[in-house]
């Protein structure tokens, strides 16, 4: 009884490792988690079904979390945001963006407002009176809650947002964001469009309490990008494939994972404006 | 007895105490083999003091029964025996007997405890035990080294006259030479052949117990009146002198 | 002729040297207060705690994806963690006291918090059971190496005092000092498995499946029915300890947790030499080039701010946890109350000693807006009534004298007396984990050591996150050697889950 034991116990711990040629990808937490897993592996069904190899997903809890595991090759393909897929590509040489959503050649960012604050929307941007108020970004290497926010907030003001507002905080989520200044603990906010109008859509947010102060101009973001010795590993035309199998994803029900309505072709050259901006806010080096 | 003969340990004016403090001073003294001393004295006149300094110079031929017991109550009664005998098994001999009792250290252990009143608790941790059951493992431990010479610090003192006896009587049967600090001045004078009184840092007696009476080892102690040696006992076994 | 009074803090005796130096760390903290940013600054927190509290209310126990793994994970890593923390520990503690290099290895790896070890590991071994072990392993190993020293150095000597000469040291060891320090060692450990229980459910908030994974995302997406059941869950586990972690228990706990901590990664040894060899470094130091170094340290945030930041906040957190503390103890003390009373103030600080210090600092940031009130608050609750729990737990062990005084006068004359030297030595111990923590909370926006050392692991920038973290360590030394400089002396501290 007791060596049956033993033997169950060892094979249990040596079969998991015996896998190696398995297609991982990770996709950043920036979106709803909830069933994640669940959703991710339809995903990953998917593709193990276009690519004909074992395809697994792998969740992670931080934009940091994901690049580590693209850059350790524990996953080899990944649905990064604007900065996260620089930072990866420049830790990956030979790595490129295969894809992005149809959204993101143009994507942009929210600035909002708690209505106590007393400001008003405008197309020019940003009202000047918004100094000395409160201010909170997203996550601290999110594109679209504090990359592009903060590059054009020092365009327009010629100052660091720390002078510019009277406190400035990361929430680390949209959602969050959101919450945050809907409850005036932050008088304002940046966050991804997409959040916004999803949690505006779902009556997530209460609209008479939060608005939408200014849109920024258009940027590009999410992305997917690949590992480049994929196609040694993998077989020849791997990279091809997968951008293929992407680029062919018209399930709804996949692509609401995401969100996006389709998936188009991307590069890394596409990504050269937030390279840009990441090295002159000090975020890339 | 053999009083003429070369004696086991010799001190001639020695200072003995703990560190720079001498707690006794210029000691000359002779221990022969085959003599049963009775140590005297009050409590800090330096019994153990001088107890600890002829352990140190017999080392390997004592049998040590110190007043604290040094018990290890979380252990049993077994184990606490058998750590008279430690270092003639080697380290894994040891560790295994925790787990396993080596069956004739347990043979010998359970005669030994049977002779002293203990049987049936080899097992039980010595936490659970009455002072005056200590007192007995301790002297128990102290009688499985198997030595010469016996040194107790006061191992009878928690336990009823009528069993010091008895238990003296063992110490007496496997040990032909002793030395034993007590205060049970009847005692000292029935049982051994010699006293040894400590008294303000000084042996001030040195002699055979025949030519003692209980008014000279009334000397040893300041008060005139000493307490009867009875309620000596019982009061130190009331303060829990275990 | 009337007696004078005496100078009300004046005299050697213990009770006033104590009173002293609790009025000397309030004195700081008072003084220290101005410099502190508290503005409350909030407008409308209402619908948000409303929902929270209803997502407490009502959990929804459906909406867990898999609650089971998640909780076999989260015991599997404290009872492994913490086994691997005693395995690599209890030798370290027998050379302790000989080895300086052993001391001060120890008190680095104390220092730093083990969420952050775990982003140091996750580097390496990706999300895999090995970062979560080796998270917790690596700081425990320290811990219980200055604790154990700690408690065998108590051991009494007159049991390996009587022995025959000659015994070995092995055998001296295992039969006269091991058994009469047992019971601390377990005891120790036990209340060490807990607080790895809280830890394996914190490493979730870096991307380890446990609890906490499932609790970090629900509650920071605002799903607070599937956050309250978790936290149900979690509060379950931590109160149910007593009741599965019996000590027969353990190894079939051990073996069957075995099954869900795998699947093992590969160990890339190629990546840890790359980790350790060249991401922890400066590039201008790896490459000898000294200008290029200054620029370095140049990029590096405000180190100072972050310092006084930190200092100030671990100095707050000290001295509200010790009100907190003071204020509390009654309610779970059995000299106090009632029946239904004292049940409902153990559950009340069950709840905020097992609650993570990042949740309730969450709540009060929406209550009292960003400050570093919420942050304060956070630390000086969650601590304080970790202090109460353990304080009522050494008065129901005391024996009043005097039957028959009022509640206020047990308080005053017959309890607070006797166990406030013991409060104030765990106060002392505490003020390092306290430092530690202060780290954590730095996500609030309080701009601490730990705000730049979490960002510099989300800028992938990991020579400046070591750079930070070794600045933390120290700092967490040097407090360490003050609060054991200042801590009451002759304090018997029975009960060693104090550290």
């Not at chain 1, 604050?117 to 009176?129: D, K, M, R, V």
């Not at chain 1, 919450?179 to 966050?191: F, K, N, P, R, W």
């Not at chain 1, 609209?207 to 590009?220: G, I, M, N, R, S």
């Not at chain 3, 111990?429 to 601490?448: D, F, H, K, P």
């Amino acid at each position: 009884m007791r060596r049956l034991f033993a033997i169950a116990l060892l094979s249990c711990l040596t079969v998991p490792t015996a896998s190696a040629e398995t297609f991982r990808f990770t996709a950043i937490p920036d979106e709803d988690q909830s069933r994640l897993v669940e959703r991710f592996q339809k995903v990953a069904d998917y593709l193990a079904g276009e690519l004909d190899v074992d395809v697994e997903y792998l969740p992670v809890k931080s934009y940091s979390a994901a690049v580590s595991a693209f850059r350790n090759d524990q996953v080899q393909l990944a649905w990064f945001g604007g900065l996260s897929g620089v930072q990866a590509r420049r830790l990956v040489p030979g790595s490129q963006a295969l894809a992005q959503g149809s959204e993101d050649a143009a994507f942009h960012s929210y600035f909002i407002a708690n209505s106590a604050t007393g400001l008003e929307a405008s197309e020019e941007g940003l009202p000047a009176a918004i100094g000395g108020h409160s201010f909170t970004f997203g996550a601290k290497t999110s594109t679209s809650g504090r990359l592009m926010p903060e590059f054009y907030l020092r365009r327009q003001f010629d100052e660091a947002p720390e002078e510019l507002f009277s406190r400035v905080g990361f929430s680390g989520d949209h959602s969050r964001t959101i919450a945050l200044v809907e409850s005036g603990t932050y008088d304002i906010g940046a966050v991804n469009f997409t959040v916004w109008q999803a949690a505006v859509e779902e009556g997530r947010v209460d609209t008479d309490k939060v608005k939408v102060l200014w849109e920024t101009p258009a940027y590009p973001d999410y992305q997917w990008t690949i590992r480049g010795d994929v196609d040694a590993r993998f077989g020849d035309g791997f990279t091809a494939r997968v951008r293929q199998a992407l680029l062919d994803m018209s399930d709804p029900e996949l692509l609401a994972s995401f969100p996006r309505d389709a998936f188009i072709p991307a590069d890394n050259d596409d990504y050269t404006p937030i390279e840009q901006v990441g090295e002159e806010l000090g975020l890339l080096r | 007895m053999a009083v003429e003969s070369a004696p086991l340990l010799r001190l001639d004016g020695v200072d003995l105490g703990h560190g720079r403090q001498i707690v006794l001073a210029n000691l000359t003294l002779d221990l022969h083999a085959g003599e049963r001393v009775a140590l005297l004295g009050q409590s800090g006149a330096g019994k153990s003091t001088l107890l600890a300094a002829l352990r140190r110079r017999l080392a390997g031929d004592v049998a040590w029964c110190p007043q604290s017991h040094g018990l290890v109550p979380q252990l049993a009664v077994y184990h606490n025996i058998y750590m008279g005998r430690l270092e003639r098994h080697s380290a894994l001999a040891n560790l295994w007997n925790l787990i396993r009792p080596e069956r004739r250290a347990w043979a010998e252990i359970a005669a030994l405890c049977e002779e002293l009143g203990l049987d049936g608790l080899l097992r039980r941790p010595v936490a659970q035990l009455s002072g005056g059951q200590r007192q007995r493992v301790a002297i128990a431990r102290a009688l499985y080294q198997q030595r010469r010479l016996f040194l107790g610090d006061e191992p009878v003192a928690s336990v009823d006259p009528h069993q010091a006896l008895r238990l003296l009587a063992l110490i007496d049967e496997r040990h032909a030479t002793s030395v034993v600090a007590l205060h049970q001045r009847e005692l000292a004078l029935s049982h051994f052949d010699r006293v040894w009184g400590l008294r303000n840092g000084r042996l001030e007696l040195d002699a055979p117990t025949r030519e003692l009476d209980l008014a000279d080892l009334d000397r040893l102690y300041p008060a005139a009146d000493a307490p009867h040696p009875t309620t000596d006992v019982q009061r130190r076994a009331e303060a829990g002198d275990a | 002729m009337r007696e004078r009074v005496p100078g009300a803090l004046r005299g050697d005796s213990p009770g006033l040297s104590l009173a002293r130096r609790s009025l000397m760390l309030v004195a700081l903290c008072l003084l220290a207060l101005p410099f502190a940013d508290l503005a409350i600054i909030a407008h409308d927190p209402w619908a948000e705690l409303a929902r929270m509290a209803g997502g407490l209310a009502w959990p929804s126990w459906s909406a867990l994806v898999s609650p089971l793994h998640a909780i076999a994970l989260t015991v599997g890593v404290a009872l492994w963690g913490t086994a691997l923390g005693v395995l690599l520990g209890f030798p370290l503690a027998l050379i302790f006291a000989r080895s300086r290099l052993v001391r001060a290895g120890c008190a680095f790896v104390r220092a730093i918090h083990e969420l952050f070890w775990a982003l140091l590991f996750l580097q390496v071994f990706g999300f895999s059971a090995v970062t979560a072990l080796a998270a917790l392993a690596v700081p425990y190993a320290g811990i219980f190496a200055k604790v154990y020293a700690e408690i065998l150095e108590q051991t009494p000597g007159t049991a390996a005092a009587s022995l025959p000469p000659g015994v070995d040291r092995l055998s001296r060891f295992i039969y006269t000092e091991l058994p009469l320090v047992w019971s601390r060692l377990t005891a120790y450990t036990r209340y060490r498995f807990e607080c790895s229980l809280r830890a394996s459910v914190l490493l979730g908030f870096v991307g380890l499946p446990t609890l906490g994974f499932h609790l970090e995302s629900a509650f920071r997406e605002g799903r607070y029915h599937e956050a309250g059941a978790l936290l149900w869950l979690f509060y379950l586990l931590i109160g149910s300890i007593g009741l599965w972690s019996h000590r027969r228990l353990v190894p079939w706990l051990l073996l069957a947790s075995l099954f869900v901590l795998g699947p093992w990664p590969q160990v890339d040894g190629g990546l840890l030499w790359r980790f350790v060899s060249q991401d922890l470094w400066p590039a201008p130091l790896r490459e000898g080039d000294w200008s290029g170094l200054i620029a370095w340290f140049t990029e590096i945030p405000d180190l100072l701010p972050a310092i006084a930041n930190t200092l100030l906040l671990g100095l707050m957190g000290t001295v509200g946890a010790l009100l907190v503390a003071l204020l509390v103890w009654p309610l779970a003390s059995r000299h106090f109350g009632n029946r239904p009373s004292r049940f409902a103030g153990k559950a009340v600080l069950v709840g905020l000693r097992s609650t993570p210090e990042l949740m309730l600092a969450f709540i009060f940031l929406l209550l009292l807006g960003p400050s570093m009130l919420p942050a304060w608050l956070a630390l000086a609750l969650h601590n304080g009534a970790l202090l109460a729990f353990l304080a009522a737990r050494h008065a129901d062990n005391l024996q009043p004298g005097m039957p028959g005084l009022t509640a206020s006068g047990r308080y005053a004359y017959e309890l607070l007396p006797r166990l406030y030297p013991g409060l104030l030595a765990l106060l002392f111990y505490r003020a390092e984990v306290i430092i530690r923590e202060t780290a954590l909370l730095g996500m609030l926006g309080v701009a601490t050591l730990g705000f730049h050392i979490d960002s510099s692991f989300e800028y992938l920038m990991f020579d400046q996150a070591f750079f930070l973290l070794l600045v933390t360590a120290m700092i967490n030394i040097a407090v360490d050697a003050l609060a054991r400089r200042y801590r009451p002396r002759d304090v018997v501290m029975d009960d060693p889950c104090s550290r």
